[in-house]
């Protein structure tokens, strides 16, 4: 298994975020987590990135325990796991291709080596011809495709998702939905994706695990989740893919 | 924290230092560059050193009169002495005087410098000789003291005394320590006390006095200082003026009214004086009335001055004064006493003066004052004459005793005699004791007659006893008021008998004697020798009478404002510092019986010269801006490079108060190294101090950094999840974005991403 959380708990002063949350991603699988916005989605991917400390549990990745590791594990910890943030936070002084080669080279990896898997990596989300430009060039599916070449081209075994297109306009979505579905298809990449994207979840999904209030109360293929709900907030998202 | 252990700590430690040389030495450049334009202005207003000597300050209004007049005066006495007009600073103009080498002797600079307050606008001078030291503070007994002593000095060429201080010209620069080293040992320690004695203690022995406290304190602990004396004589000079006027001027002498209010020292009120009519209640005193101030009280009543009027002024109010004017010189007039001080009006009201408007009648005023009495010749010619008639009746009547009781005298002619010296003496002519010594000597005279009669069986004997038997203790008293036909009958019975000679005779006769003598010598008193001194005090009263009461009262106040109502002998003592002034006061009491008081007031001190106070002034000037410039530079520092990296290491897991100790720390060594490099001085503020200024703009810059530099906690989020370090972080990421400082222009050359 390439991700496991286990039992994880995590409080914000005295709103629980995280109330035992017990989760597994493998490898080349797509998760999708979906819940109401509050019921602790994004600290999730956090803690999984080491980005913010839990209170208690576990997660393990390709069986090592995460919360143990010192400050150069956790770097290489987020080399080989990929975050596409909602707000896409590209780096406004640099250009495209520089957003994308800044982990590569100030990982360590050669130049010539890391222009080669950036350009790659724009050509995956097509954004090949605008690697001179800078973020405020672009529009925002630009960014937010940037952003995914950024994590890309870290060649990450897995890839968090932290609702990736809700800054998006609507027209824009698609764009960087079609990317993360052909992803998703690829399977090179474990997928764990926070998102109210009902038909991404019901297209690209493995899994469809559903938070409510900090603690899982669905969890099986969109299917079984969206086909025959089971709780309020799965019959909730079954209307909507009706609508 | 592990942080701060990447590469980036270390070439931010080095941008901090270079920070803290390259702010101090934009702030001691800038500072020298002041220093320098100062330096020039400076040499403009005094010039270089040694070619002036003298800087006349005039104030500006009057800069061309000065111009004109300034040359010519100096020019008048001094030639050689040569005159540039300098800058006007301050609302002074001020003139530069070069005085030739030759005439660089104290008793020139000094009188030069008093030609100087001829010059229009004149406003104070400043010596610009160099190399020269200055003794300030000084007191004018210890000026003097200070100027000879210093003159005495090895390496001194003059010393020159002005206001309260003593300029001393030295022979050279190297001279500068030595002399101050000594002035400053002449003063160390030592302090003025001022030993003033009360208005009526008349003089004192001083040189007593200064042996005294030195056989008590010891010898080099206490010395007068020289002109003490002269100080002590001005004030019994004008003590004496003030006497000698307070003696001419009128004074009034008030009684209140029964059951009305005191009157009190200042209070102010209204006479008749030479007006028509008195004041009236309610109106404005009129131009003849008398005003007159109370200046003092005793025994229930008040003495008071004319401030306005004169009392002198005027017959009508004055009729005594004009009958005692008209009386005959050369005979005593029975009637009208002629006294050294004459009352006029016999008591008048006093009204208050009470805002400009006479108020109610406070008292009743008696005029009195010297000038109001009859001339002196006059009065003394009177006073000598009537001793000279007064001494030769004496005489003639102690010669009619001496013939009363001399054997050769006929019956009828003692009888005469005796009757006439009866009558004469109860009537009381002549003083009262030359009449008592008559009596007295007769008395004795016919006693004895009256013995020798009555031994072999004389006759007039029980008449005499008889009136020396008078029921009257006082034999004199009884002979002389006793039954007048006893005295010639007793008195011709011992002439008859021829019993009386001898002593007696012989005593009256020598007392008849002195008394023509002394009838003689008052009348050549009175026609030679009195004539000249008569004159001088006749025109001295003269010339009083020339002063209106109203004046003479000004001319008092005057010289008690001079004499600071100190009217007694004042004495001024070099004493060491540890001797306190109540030990002192103590010390003269006893000696001196007075009661004296001390003041105690610090010797003075050693300064340097004008321009050394000047050139000390300006690095004052430069090390303050020095000073400001360093923690100018310090906290612009912090603001542009330190702000952006504080804030970034707020998105990190680093404790806040890390953070901010660690912009305290920044701050501390940013404006304390900048401070001290820069030779900074600002007053009271050290380097310590500036460090701790430092260090707490560090803090303050630590708890706002996000408001002073703000940064992007998304795109260090995006670095932390791409596996960047810290410090990748804050090169990459946080300075790039931060404010254009050193920090940034080093990053720049040190980033991977340009």
């Given at each position: 298994?390439?991700?496991?959380?286990?039992?994880?708990?995590?409080?914000?002063?005295?709103?629980?975020?995280?109330?035992g949350?017990?989760?597994t991603?493998?490898?080349?699988?797509?998760?999708?987590?979906?819940?109401?916005?509050?019921?602790g989605?994004?600290t999730?991917?956090?803690?999984?990135?080491?980005?913010i400390?839990?209170?208690?549990g576990?997660i393990?990745?390709?069986?090592?325990?995460?919360?143990?590791?010192g400050?150069?594990?956790?770097?290489?910890?987020?080399?080989?796991?990929?975050?596409?943030?909602?707000?896409?936070?590209?780096?406004?002084?640099?250009?495209?291709?520089?957003?994308?080669?800044?982990?590569?080279?100030?990982?360590?990896?050669?130049r010539?080596?890391?222009?080669?898997?950036?350009?790659?990596?724009?050509a995956?989300?097509?954004?090949?011809?605008?690697?001179g430009?800078?973020p405020?060039?672009?529009?925002?599916?630009?960014?937010?495709?940037?952003?995914i070449?950024?994590?890309?081209?870290?060649?990450?075994?897995l890839?968090?998702?932290?609702?990736?297109?809700?800054?998006?306009?609507?027209?824009?979505?698609?764009?960087?939905?079609?990317?993360?579905?052909?992803?998703?298809?690829?399977?090179?990449?474990?997928?764990?994706?926070?998102?109210?994207?009902v038909?991404?979840a019901?297209?690209?999904?493995?899994?469809?695990?559903?938070l409510e209030?900090?603690?899982?109360?669905?969890?099986?293929?969109?299917?079984?989740?969206?086909?025959s709900?089971r709780?309020?907030?799965?019959?909730?998202?079954?209307?909507?893919?009706?609508? | 924290?592990?942080?701060?252990?990447?590469?980036f700590?270390?070439?931010?430690?080095l941008?901090?230092?270079a920070?803290?040389?390259?702010g101090?030495?934009v702030?001691?450049?800038?500072?020298?560059?002041?220093?320098?334009?100062?330096?020039?202005?400076?040499?403009?207003?005094?010039?270089?050193?040694?070619?002036y000597?003298?800087?006349?300050?005039?104030?500006?209004?009057?800069?061309?009169?000065?111009?004109?007049?300034?040359?010519?005066l100096?020019?008048?006495?001094?030639?050689?002495?040569?005159?540039?007009?300098?800058?006007t600073?301050?609302?002074?103009?001020?003139?530069?005087?070069?005085?030739?080498?030759?005439?660089?002797?104290?008793?020139?600079?000094?009188?030069?410098?008093?030609?100087?307050?001829?010059v229009?606008?004149?406003?104070?001078?400043?010596?610009?000789?160099?190399?020269?030291l200055?003794?300030?503070?000084?007191?004018?007994?210890?000026?003097?003291?200070?100027?000879?002593?210093?003159?005495?000095?090895?390496?001194?060429?003059?010393?020159?005394?002005?206001?309260?201080?003593?300029?001393?010209?030295?022979?050279?620069?190297?001279?500068?320590?030595?002399?101050?080293?000594?002035?400053s040992?002449?003063?160390?320690?030592?302090?003025?006390?001022?030993?003033r004695?009360?208005d009526?203690?008349?003089?004192?022995?001083?040189?007593?006095?200064?042996?005294?406290?030195?056989?008590?304190?010891?010898?080099?602990?206490?010395?007068?200082?020289?002109?003490?004396?002269?100080?002590?004589?001005?004030?019994?000079?004008?003590a004496?003026?003030?006497?000698?006027l307070?003696?001419?001027?009128?004074?009034?002498?008030?009684?209140?009214?029964?059951?009305?209010?005191?009157?009190?020292?200042g209070?102010?009120?209204?006479?008749?004086?030479?007006?028509?009519?008195?004041?009236?209640?309610?109106?404005?005193?009129?131009p003849?009335?008398?005003?007159?101030?109370?200046?003092?009280?005793?025994?229930?009543?008040?003495?008071?001055?004319?401030?306005?009027?004169?009392?002198?002024?005027?017959?009508?109010?004055?009729?005594?004064i004009?009958?005692?004017a008209?009386?005959?010189?050369g005979?005593?007039?029975?009637?009208?006493?002629?006294?050294?001080?004459?009352?006029a009006?016999?008591?008048?009201?006093?009204?208050?003066?009470?805002?400009?408007?006479?108020g109610?009648?406070?008292?009743?005023?008696?005029?009195?004052?010297?000038?109001?009495?009859?001339?002196?010749?006059?009065q003394?010619?009177?006073?000598?004459?009537?001793?000279?008639?007064t001494?030769r009746?004496?005489?003639?009547?102690?010669?009619?005793?001496?013939?009363?009781?001399?054997?050769?005298?006929?019956?009828a002619?003692?009888?005469?005699?005796?009757e006439?010296?009866?009558?004469?003496?109860?009537?009381?002519?002549?003083?009262?004791?030359?009449?008592?010594?008559?009596?007295?000597?007769?008395?004795?005279?016919?006693?004895?007659?009256?013995?020798?009669?009555?031994?072999?069986?004389?006759?007039?004997?029980?008449?005499?006893?008889?009136?020396?038997n008078?029921?009257?203790?006082d034999?004199?008293?009884?002979?002389?008021n006793?039954?007048?036909?006893?005295?010639?009958?007793?008195?011709?019975?011992?002439?008859?008998?021829?019993?009386?000679?001898g002593?007696?005779?012989?005593?009256?006769?020598?007392?008849?004697?002195?008394?023509?003598?002394?009838?003689?010598?008052?009348?050549?008193?009175?026609?030679?020798?009195?004539?000249?001194?008569?004159?001088?005090?006749?025109?001295?009263?003269?010339?009083?009478?020339?002063?209106?009461?109203?004046?003479?009262?000004?001319?008092?106040?005057?010289?008690?404002?001079?004499?600071?109502?100190?009217?007694?002998?004042?004495?001024e003592?070099l004493?060491?510092?540890?001797?306190s002034?109540?030990?002192?006061?103590?010390?003269?009491?006893?000696?001196?019986?007075?009661?004296?008081?001390?003041?105690?007031?610090g010797?003075?001190?050693?300064?340097?010269s004008?321009r050394?106070?000047?050139?000390?002034?300006?690095?004052?000037?430069?090390?303050?801006?020095?000073?400001?410039?360093?923690?100018?530079a310090?906290?612009?520092?912090?603001?542009?490079?330190?702000?952006?990296?504080?804030a970034?290491?707020?998105?990190?897991p680093?404790?806040?108060?890390?953070?901010?100790?660690?912009?305290?720390?920044?701050?501390?060594?940013?404006?304390?190294?900048?401070?001290?490099?820069?030779?900074?001085?600002?007053?009271?503020?050290?380097?310590?101090?500036?460090?701790?200024?430092?260090?707490?703009l560090?803090?303050?810059?630590?708890?706002?950094?996000?408001?002073?530099?703000?940064?992007?906690?998304?795109?260090?989020?995006?670095?932390?999840?791409?596996?960047?370090?810290?410090?990748?972080?804050?090169?990459?990421?946080?300075?790039?974005?931060?404010r254009?400082?050193?920090?940034?222009?080093?990053?720049?050359?040190?980033?991977?991403?340009?």
């Amino acid at each position: 298994m390439l991700l496991r959380v286990e039992n994880l708990h995590k409080a914000y002063g005295r709103r629980v975020a995280l109330a035992g949350v017990n989760l597994t991603v493998a490898a080349g699988e797509t998760v999708v987590v979906m819940g109401p916005s509050g019921c602790g989605k994004s600290t999730l991917l956090r803690c999984i990135h080491r980005l913010i400390p839990w209170d208690a549990g576990e997660i393990y990745f390709d069986g090592a325990p995460v919360g143990p590791m010192g400050t150069e594990e956790v770097r290489a910890l987020r080399r080989q796991i990929g975050f596409v943030f909602q707000h896409f936070n590209l780096i406004e002084r640099l250009t495209v291709l520089d957003n994308v080669l800044l982990g590569l080279v100030l990982g360590g990896v050669p130049r010539e080596e890391a222009v080669a898997r950036a350009r790659a990596a724009l050509a995956r989300v097509r954004l090949s011809a605008e690697e001179g430009l800078r973020p405020a060039q672009l529009s925002g599916g630009q960014r937010q495709r940037v952003a995914i070449a950024r994590a890309l081209a870290l060649e990450p075994r897995l890839m968090l998702w932290d609702e990736p297109t809700a800054a998006l306009d609507p027209i824009l979505v698609s764009e960087v939905l079609d990317v993360m579905e052909d992803l998703a298809r690829t399977r090179s990449t474990g997928m764990l994706v926070v998102t109210h994207e009902v038909r991404f979840a019901l297209r690209a999904a493995d899994r469809v695990v559903l938070l409510e209030q900090g603690a899982v109360v669905d969890e099986g293929s969109p299917a079984q989740v969206f086909g025959s709900p089971r709780t309020p907030i799965a019959r909730r998202y079954s209307r909507l893919l009706a609508s | 924290m592990s942080v701060f252990r990447e590469p980036f700590w270390r070439e931010y430690a080095l941008v901090v230092l270079a920070t803290v040389f390259l702010g101090a030495g934009v702030a001691a450049g800038a500072a020298y560059a002041l220093d320098a334009a100062l330096d020039d202005a400076a040499s403009g207003l005094l010039g270089t050193v040694g070619q002036y000597q003298l800087i006349v300050h005039v104030r500006q209004d009057y800069r061309v009169a000065a111009a004109r007049e300034l040359p010519r005066l100096v020019g008048e006495r001094y030639p050689q002495v040569t005159v540039r007009e300098g800058v006007t600073v301050a609302g002074n103009s001020n003139f530069l005087l070069a005085v030739p080498d030759d005439l660089l002797r104290q008793e020139v600079l000094e009188d030069l410098a008093s030609l100087l307050g001829e010059v229009p606008g004149f406003n104070g001078y400043t010596w610009l000789l160099e190399p020269s030291l200055a003794v300030s503070g000084l007191r004018p007994g210890v000026q003097e003291l200070v100027a000879r002593e210093a003159a005495a000095l090895d390496g001194v060429r003059l010393a020159v005394r002005h206001g309260s201080s003593v300029t001393v010209l030295l022979e050279s620069v190297e001279d500068r320590r030595p002399v101050a080293a000594a002035l400053s040992a002449l003063l160390a320690g030592r302090q003025v006390a001022e030993v003033r004695f009360p208005d009526d203690a008349g003089p004192v022995d001083t040189s007593e006095l200064l042996e005294a406290l030195r056989a008590e304190l010891g010898g080099d602990r206490v010395a007068a200082v020289a002109g003490a004396d002269s100080t002590g004589e001005a004030w019994s000079s004008l003590a004496a003026v003030r006497d000698f006027l307070a003696a001419a001027a009128a004074q009034v002498r008030i009684e209140p009214l029964p059951g009305g209010p005191e009157l009190a020292v200042g209070d102010r009120l209204v006479l008749q004086g030479a007006a028509a009519a008195p004041p009236v209640p309610g109106l404005p005193p009129g131009p003849d009335h008398l005003i007159v101030e109370v200046a003092q009280r005793s025994a229930g009543a008040a003495m008071a001055l004319i401030i306005h009027g004169d009392a002198a002024a005027g017959e009508a109010a004055q009729p005594e004064i004009a009958a005692a004017a008209a009386a005959p010189t050369g005979a005593a007039s029975p009637d009208v006493a002629v006294p050294d001080r004459m009352a006029a009006n016999g008591g008048q009201l006093a009204y208050r003066l009470v805002g400009g408007v006479v108020g109610p009648a406070a008292g009743t005023a008696v005029i009195e004052g010297p000038r109001l009495a009859p001339t002196l010749e006059a009065q003394l010619a009177q006073e000598l004459e009537q001793l000279g008639a007064t001494a030769r009746e004496a005489a003639e009547r102690l010669g009619d005793l001496a013939a009363l009781l001399s054997p050769a005298e006929t019956q009828a002619v003692t009888q005469a005699r005796a009757e006439r010296l009866v009558r004469a003496l109860r009537a009381g002519d002549g003083t009262a004791a030359v009449r008592e010594a008559l009596l007295g000597i007769a008395l004795s005279a016919l006693m004895r007659s009256a013995r020798a009669q009555a031994a072999p069986g004389g006759t007039g004997a029980d008449g005499v006893q008889e009136a020396v038997n008078a029921p009257s203790d006082d034999p004199v008293n009884g002979l002389v008021n006793g039954p007048a036909e006893d005295f010639p009958g007793a008195a011709g019975n011992a002439g008859a008998s021829g019993g009386v000679t001898g002593p007696a005779v012989a005593q009256l006769e020598q007392l008849r004697s002195a008394l023509l003598e002394l009838a003689e010598q008052a009348e050549a008193i009175q026609r030679d020798g009195a004539a000249e001194w008569i004159e001088q005090l006749t025109a001295i009263q003269r010339r009083l009478a020339q002063l209106r009461d109203d004046e003479l009262t000004r001319l008092l106040q005057a010289v008690d404002g001079v004499a600071g109502g100190g009217r007694g002998t004042r004495l001024e003592l070099l004493v060491d510092q540890d001797i306190s002034a109540g030990k002192l006061e103590r010390l003269v009491r006893e000696a001196t019986g007075l009661d004296a008081t001390v003041i105690a007031t610090g010797a003075g001190a050693v300064t340097p010269s004008p321009r050394s106070m000047v050139m000390e002034l300006l690095a004052d000037v430069r090390r303050s801006v020095a000073g400001l410039l360093a923690l100018l530079a310090a906290a612009l520092a912090l603001l542009m490079d330190h702000a952006t990296v504080l804030a970034g290491l707020k998105r990190f897991p680093v404790p806040d108060r890390a953070v901010k100790a660690l912009g305290a720390a920044l701050g501390a060594v940013l404006a304390g190294g900048m401070y001290w490099l820069s030779r900074a001085g600002i007053p009271f503020v050290g380097p310590g101090t500036a460090a701790a200024v430092g260090a707490l703009l560090g803090l303050a810059t630590a708890a706002f950094a996000e408001r002073l530099s703000p940064v992007s906690g998304d795109e260090i989020l995006a670095g932390q999840s791409l596996g960047l370090s810290g410090g990748q972080i804050l090169r990459e990421i946080v300075v790039p974005a931060g404010r254009p400082g050193l920090l940034s222009l080093v990053n720049r050359w040190r980033r991977v991403f340009r």
